[in-house]
């Protein structure tokens, strides 16, 4: 058991750090009186307990993590920080375990699906909490954890190696680890305080804005209105949400190092950025004139602002909506659904297997085909100029194997405990992509409540699934990685 101290000893310290992170919701309470306060209380000194005295008790255990300790402390942040995240819901909205974890779930992992109702009454110290959760979420608790415990002679290097999302895990912006971290979370903050300027101009209140900044660059999909970006009905709002969707559904170590460069060269040799702009530009476009074609909005520039704000928003995981999209042609949701699979950038706040790993499984397929035409040719995948080297195409394929099999499991999973085949395979897509809404029963303008309590802990599994990018959570049931 002492081998675990050092692990238990820096959860202990994330951990007390989180309860800190109450504060915030817990100061708004009390200054607007919204009668959530007494929950943030037995909330806050819980966790902050819970927390100094798992630090307390492994307080000597100053070891370095090793590699399996990264891997094991990764799926103990992600898997028990929702236990202490739902408190609030659980003290103030009398929610069961099953539904306060999955929403606390739901936001750390930035999939924004929700089984709450009622948004727009429930007290705003708690929405305020649920887009803090995203937008924590949204860089990685781990990454936060990287630029701090380093002052606390804690090295985390292997941490970042298991939570950073991508095949391309050993590349760093700077020399040292926890400089990466630190430049990565200032930009992301900079961003964020541009957004909810950009929100306040286009009208939202302060709250608002604040809250629906957080849920944009986290890409998770909260919002305080039950309505989402429809209570405004604004195109100007919704203009300036896909902006920001956008930026954050690309690589932030690019737009690291393009504002530390001043250049946006970092965008242009960046390999999935005209990828991820084109697939959902060519979307936006194809799934607007279909709508128009089909008659569901008569007026094209109607049918372009509908599928604008809705595709980008499920093409990056976030899983806000303007309107009941469900309520479109099949095939529209359907697509919208596929682009969240593989959209979005690795290094982004966004779900799903990653553009880059889309791409080496495409250039891998269109090999195989030449090489059916010619056995003797020598084609090596190339990703920007550079030759893929066959243990990351490898672990690429695996990847995408692993992806389909968690899809078909999990579904046929859900099926099996009834619900129709189109809301299991969706909600099972959605939570795994950490997207958020699906389609019939958990569409956009539903919410998860309809599931039961078995059915949701399949979909909490999905998402922390998704989140850890599959492998980094299945290698701890793994045998060999107990083995001494």
């Known amino acids: 058991m002492r081998a675990y101290y050092p692990v238990v000893r820096v959860f202990g310290v994330l951990l007390t750090g989180f309860s800190l992170m109450m504060l915030v919701p817990w100061i708004f309470s009390y200054s607007i009186k919204d009668g959530a306060q007494s929950a943030y209380d037995e909330a806050l000194l819980l966790t902050f307990f819970t927390g100094v005295s798992l630090w307390w008790s492994a307080r000597h255990a100053k070891k370095d993590l090793k590699v399996r300790d990264g891997f094991l402390m990764v799926v103990l942040v992600w898997a028990l920080l929702p236990v202490f995240a739902c408190l609030p819901f659980i003290l103030q909205l009398n ?3 099953t539904d306060a974890y999955f929403e606390a779930m739901s936001g750390l992992t930035t999939t924004g699906s929700t089984v709450f109702s009622n948004l727009d009454t429930l007290p705003p110290s708690i929405n305020l909490w649920r887009g803090m959760l995203v937008w924590t979420g949204g860089m990685g608790l781990i990454v936060l954890a990287v630029a701090v415990l380093p002052l606390l002679g804690i090295g985390g290097r292997q941490m970042f190696k298991a939570e950073t999302p991508g095949p391309m895990k050993d590349s760093s912006l700077t020399p040292r680890m926890a400089e990466t ?13 541009l957004c909810i300027l950009s929100f306040r101009w286009a009208g939202m209140t302060w709250f608002d804005a604040v809250m629906h900044a957080f849920s944009t660059m986290g890409l998770g999909g909260f919002s305080s209105h039950d309505a989402s970006f429809g209570f405004w009905n604004s195109p100007l709002i919704e203009g300036i949400t896909i902006v920001f969707m956008l930026f954050a559904g690309m690589n932030f170590a690019t737009l690291f190092l393009a504002v530390r460069g001043r250049s946006v060269m970092p965008y242009v040799r960046d390999p999935e950025a005209k990828y991820f702009l084109g697939v959902t530009i060519g979307s936006i476009l194809g799934i607007a004139l ?15 602002r509908h599928s604008a704000f809705n595709v980008v928003s499920i093409a990056t995981t976030t899983g806000f909506a303007s309107v009941d999209y469900a309520l ?23 779900g799903g297997i990653k ?18 035409m010619h056995p003797t040719a020598v084609w090596p995948i190339r990703v920007g100029g550079d030759p893929i080297p066959q243990n990351i195409l490898f672990a690429v394929l695996a990847f995408g194997f692993m992806y389909m099999v968690s899809i078909v499991s999990m579904t046929l999973l859900l099926s099996f405990s009834g619900l129709d085949i189109v809301t299991a395979f969706s909600a099972v897509v959605a939570s795994i992509n950490n997207t958020g809404p699906g389609l019939n029963q958990v569409g956009p303008s539903t919410t998860y409540a309809v599931l039961t309590d078995f059915q949701t802990w399949v979909c909490s599994f999905a998402m922390l699934l998704g989140r850890l ?7 701890v049931f793994t045998p060999a990685f107990w083995r001494k």
């Open 355 to 372: 553009m880059i790993r889309a791409i080496i499984l495409y250039k891998q397929v269109y090999r195989e085909l030449v090489r059916a």
């Open 181 to 193: 971290a630190k430049g990565l979370w200032v930009v992301y903050a900079v961003v964020t305080v």
């Open 95 to 97: 929610a069961s375990f």
């Open 328 to 350: 479109w042609p099949m095939f529209a949701p359907l697509w919208m659904l596929f682009l969240c699979s593989f959209s979005t950038s690795a290094g982004s706040t966004g």
């Open 469 to 475: 990018e599959l492998f980094t959570l299945l290698v």
């Open 290 to 304: 279909y709508l128009n074609l089909q008659g569901v909005y008569p007026e094209f520039l109607t049918a372009l």
